[in-house]
T-cell receptor
């Protein structure tokens, strides 16, 4: 079956520190991979995505590379800011008919302190 | 463009009362999803619709929960009777399809507290 496993939080970093949030997936075919972000009091919004192996998604200084050989899609940012404090969700989508094909990880809470 | 609109944003109700949550998806989107988010279980898919038809309701916790989509621009999630363990944030989301690579767009959520 399809599933997503992401690094458990919470993660606390100082401003300008390097961020990595790990995400690995299990899928039967060739999924697309996403990172969604949820800021306090808001709904989830798409941060970045990659639709095929070796693609790199990037947005707002965040990057993630679709690694088929390691079934991973780790989120990275070189220098975090206080405004990056949020919950980050890794997700997988696969072309299927019928049952649900969008799978979310459990979320990783990031707190950035000044 | 208006995003996914949910109401109410916040609701506090007493155990045993009926709760109705509402959602207006983004115009033109043919998929609509209801999710529940709690600290204990994270983000759970409850049900989703395609062209107003329920496709997968396997995530609906029990018969107290029901969802309808009478037309392309409106959906409801009803809990009757409500219980304290239903306290959660309920998100509605919509999208243009489930084909690989498509994005879904979330509303801001309905924060439900059952006392």
């Amino acid at each position: 079956g399809n599933s997503v496993t992401q690094m458990e939080g919470p993660v606390t970093l100082s401003e300008e520190a390097f961020l990595t949030i790990n995400c690995t997936y299990t899928a039967t075919g060739y999924p697309s991979l996403f990172w969604y972000v949820q800021y306090p009091g808001e709904g989830l919004q798409l941060l970045l995505k990659a639709t095929k192996a070796d693609d790199k998604g990037s947005n707002k200084g965040f990057e993630a590379t679709y690694r088929k050989e390691t079934t991973s899609f780790h989120l990275e940012k070189g220098s975090v800011q206080v405004s990056d404090s949020a919950v980050y969700f890794c997700a997988l989508s696969q072309d299927q008919t019928g049952a649900n094909n969008l799978f979310f990880g459990t979320g990783t809470r990031l707190t950035v302190i000044p | 463009d208006a995003g996914v609109i949910q109401s109410p944003r916040h609701e506090v109700t007493e155990m045993g009362q009926e709760v109705t949550l509402r959602c207006k998806p983004i115009s033109g989107h043919d998929y609509l999803f209801w999710y529940r988010q709690t600290m204990m279980r994270g983000l759970e898919l409850l049900i989703y619709f395609n062209n107003n038809v329920p496709i997968d309701d396997s995530g609906m916790p029990e018969d107290r929960f029901s969802a309808k989509m009478p037309n392309a621009s409106f959906s409801t999630l009803k809990i009757q009777p409500s219980e304290p363990r239903d306290s959660a944030v309920y998100f509605c989301a919509s999208g243009t399809g489930l084909f690989s690579g498509n994005t879904i767009y979330f509303g801001e959520g309905s924060w439900l507290t059952v006392v």
